[in-house]
């Protein structure tokens, strides 16, 4: 599947393991979400 060859590839990327990839990589939409305001819809 898509998504597993992209975090195999983030978790290569990162040199992390792939569970510690997944929890990076939702640390750091977690922290963009904050960013954005954290709303589920955005106004166009």
Do not use: P, Q
Not at 16 to 35: I, P, R, V, W, Y
Request: hydrophobic residues 50%.
């Amino acid at each position: 599947m898509k998504i597993t060859e992209d975090v195999r590839a983030y978790a290569a990327k990162m040199e992390l393991d792939e569970s510690a990839a997944l929890a990076a990589g939702m640390a750091e939409k977690a922290a963009e979400f904050k960013a954005r305001g954290g709303e589920v819809y955005n106004r166009a």
